[in-house]
């Protein structure tokens, strides 16, 4: 199966997608170019036959078995308790910022299994590796952004320097705000990473969904950030 895949893929290669996408994603030189809605007709494809022979070949190549394979992960009709071992081991193979949010935004498993999700997570959210973090705290605000003392305990807990885990984290924030922005006010920013407190307000005032009284309060919240932090 997985050398017609690969031939598959190479025929949906598009030089200048493959140009536009290196350039979003750095670091990364195994990608072919292949657009998403290719991808996605791919993966259904392999739901219905044999994923699991799909998932035990794949040697990722190209990036885009990796992000195939996450779509085939997320999408596979089972149990929590099978998904576990296939999510940890594409974890390790996480190396850029879209194939862990590729994969994370597949994952609706964590919309029925918030107990066990939590527990299972706090691994990731505890980790000192970039992307480790990064798919922690992206599959937090997709899938327990409601759930607010919980994601505040965890941004208290953070404390890393690498770039693409502060982005998420910061991001993590901005949707925090948003969507809880009574009680957001009254969390304690100085227990946060200072870059974080910083780039989530900002991103939180990018948003159209808040009015602008809120988002002048956030702005005097950022402020008094930055004349502490000197930032």
Known sequence: MIEKVKEELLSFKDEKYQVFTSSLIPNVDNILGVRLKELRRIAKKILKNDPFDFLAKNDDEFMELTIIE?????NLKTDFLTLKPLIEKFVLKINNWSTCDTFCSNLKCFNKNKEQGKIFLNKYLNSNKEFELRFGFVILLKYFINDFN???EKLKN???????SKM???WC????IIKNYKQSINIDYSKLHP??????LTKALESYRLNEAQKEKLRQL???????NKI
């Open 70 to 74: 996450a779509m085939v992960i997320g």
């Open 150 to 152: 919980y994601i505040v």
């Open 158 to 164: 953070y404390n890393n320097d690498s770039y693409y």
């Open 168 to 170: 998420a984290v910061s």
């Open 173 to 176: 924030l901005a949707e925090l």
């Open 195 to 200: 870059f974080v407190v910083n780039k989530g």
């Open 222 to 228: 950022r402020n008094l950030h930055k004349q502490k």
